[in-house]
């Protein structure tokens, strides 16, 4: 499991269900910085952590959802 020499959050907004997602850049120890998307649902946690291509691929993937219309479907 990383060490992380550096923890910065970003943002923090909530999701249906009664969930919250934070995103932070975190920094492992030895120089990879990465983004942390945290999903907190209750006191469990789902962290996903992205390098910029990955997090760049899942931004352009989510506007492109969310700008389409709702009977566009999955693709």
Known sequence: MPTFSRVTELDEFAAPW???IRLQEV??????VMLRVRI????RFTDLELGKAEAEHLGRKL???AGSSPSAGAG
């Open 18 to 20: 009664g969930r919250s």
């Open 27 to 32: 920094e492992i120890t030895g120089g990879l």
């Open 40 to 43: 907190q649902e209750g006191r």
């Open 63 to 65: 506007l492109a959802w």
